[in-house]
């Protein structure tokens, strides 16, 4: 039997899991799983300082540099250099593009895959103390490796993500990837600095009674879509709307619902980007059994045209995001 039917139990460590269905990726030379590697070890300095943000302004007042010298950052920005350092010192990937940078970044030439990142996720609930996350995807390059990158490497479909998935900075820190073979979901445990098997194969419910949205722009919403917020209400369904989209997809990918960031009067395409927060939630949405969609067409169809681009969101449980696309 090929080692990677054979399933990984519940505690297993995620350097154990990653190795052991090393050989169902396509290309299964090793480095993909030390991408997943570099990213695991990147969100375990970023939990870290998450994790002291309310002490970062206290140790500010000291002065303006920390304990290493460094220039105190606001943690989005602290978030990307701490990814983008893991990814160049990794070597695996030639590109990064990333929420905090006009441009994508070039990294080792030689390396053959290319990274698409939001590092922080919910900026707006950091100060407050509530969950937050980093969003990313993995893509094969194109071009050869050590040729100059092109276009086409940067811009991919969402079809073609090799891998994706997110961490959750919640009352536990979680990471939860797909590589195309379903959803697997693992919990950090911080006196070990390891992050273990706790949610294997995860499925999203195929219908939910929860629905998230930012309710205070209802009255730039479409017509259609405020018509199914009323159903949803007549229904009896459950708001809950954190403001991390992290947060809310991960409730949501549990306990069934659907999350919608649509189009508005002031944004026509909404607020969330394409290649770095809606990609590689909707890969894990299918992979899980759900679904995601701009209102008319599949998230992973939709063919990028520039890095920073936004798309109307619905994304969740199946028929929820079935319902949503008909109103
Ligand atoms: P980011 O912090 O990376 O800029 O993303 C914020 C996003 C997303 O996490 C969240 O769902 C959404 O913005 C909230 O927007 P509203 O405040 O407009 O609801
Ligand atoms: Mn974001
Ligand atoms: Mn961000």
């Given at each position: 039997?090929?080692?990677?039917r ?41 939990n ?15 002065g303006?540099?920390n ?38 970044l ?9 990274i ?6 919910g ?19 194109k ?30 820190t ?10 697997n ?80 009067a ?14 590689a ?47």
């Amino acid at each position: 039997m090929e080692e990677s039917r054979i399933a990984e139990p519940i505690g297993s460590a995620l350097d154990r899991f990653i190795k052991s269905k090393q050989n169902q990726f396509a290309y299964a030379s090793g480095e993909l799983s030390q991408l997943l590697r570099d990213i695991a070890l990147a969100s375990k300095v970023v939990n870290r300082e998450v994790n002291k943000a309310g002490l970062i302004d206290i140790m500010g007042s000291l002065g303006s540099l920390n304990t290493g010298g460094e220039q105190q950052q606001k943690l989005d920005v602290l978030a990307n250099i701490r990814f983008s350092r893991a990814l160049m010192k990794g070597g695996e990937a030639c590109a990064l593009i990333s929420e905090e940078s006009e441009s994508y970044l070039d990294l080792n030439n030689d390396g053959k895959y290319v990274i698409a990142i939001d590092p922080l996720d919910g900026s707006s609930n950091i100060d407050v103390n509530v969950s937050i996350g980093t969003i990313f995807s993995i893509y094969r390059r194109k071009s050869k490796p050590g040729t100059p990158i092109q276009q086409e490497d940067i811009l991919q479909k969402g079809s073609e993500q090799v891998a994706a998935g997110y961490i959750l900075y919640g009352s536990s820190t979680m990471l939860v990837y797909t590589t195309g073979h379903g959803v697997n979901g693992f919990t950090y445990e911080p006196t070990l600095g390891e992050y273990f098997l706790s949610h294997p194969n995860m499925r999203q419910p195929i219908n939910g009674k929860i629905f998230s949205v930012n309710e205070g722009s209802y009255k730039s919403f479409s017509q259609s879509v405020r018509n199914y917020l009323h159903f949803c209400k007549d229904e009896g369904y459950t708001g809950r709307y954190i403001g991390s989209l992290v947060a809310d997809f991960h409730r949501n990918l549990l306990k069934g619902g659907i999350y919608i960031y649509p189009a508005t009067a002031k944004d026509p395409n909404g607020k969330l980007r394409l290649m770095y927060e809606c990609n590689a939630l909707a890969f894990v949405a299918e992979q899980a059994g759900g679904k995601a969609s701009n209102g008319k067409e599949r998230i992973l169809d939709i063919q990028p045209t520039s890095l920073h681009q936004r798309t109307p969101f619905y994304v969740g449980s199946k028929n929820m995001v079935e319902l949503a696309e008909q109103y």
